[in-house]
């Protein structure tokens, strides 16, 4: 390896190793900051339920989310709604709502040397607790 490449790799590895230190560091508030956010998501999860058609006229809209699961190998495909439907929940949580409407659900086959199926799911997020 001539001169200047090593110069680079040296100034590339420096930098990597900068990023890594800087971006594992959190200031004490910081992570109490998230510790507490994570409390009010999970104080907020136990309020989110799925609600119909119907019931969303009462409610106000938030947002949509969309989120996939992937299968899990103990779990299998008996797995995928259950934890996709808790991931939504949790996102609706996050976002201090209390209503969930799915949808749209794609079921999707991977390909390959190993079954990569996965369940992805579109809900839309609503406050129904005015």
């Not at 019931?55 to 969309?66: G, H, L, N, P």
């Not at 992937?70 to 995928?80: H, P, R, V």
């Amino acid at each position: 390896m001539n001169r200047p490449n090593i110069n680079m790799l040296i100034k590339v590895a420096g930098a990597a190793a900068l990023l890594g230190v800087l971006g594992g560091c959190a200031t004490a508030e910081q992570k109490a900051a998230m510790v507490e956010q994570r409390a009010a998501i999970q104080e907020n999860l136990s309020k989110v339920r799925f609600i119909s058609e119907e019931q969303t006229k009462e409610c106000e809209y938030v947002d949509q989310v969309t989120i996939t699961q992937a299968m899990e190998f103990i779990s299998g495909t008996a797995g995928l709604e259950p934890r996709a439907k808790e991931k939504i929940r949790f996102q609706a949580a996050a976002r201090n709502a209390d209503g969930v409407r799915i949808v749209d659900r794609v079921l999707s086959k991977g390909q390959g040397g190993y079954d990569k199926t996965r369940l992805s799911m579109t809900a839309d997020v609503y406050n129904c607790n005015k």
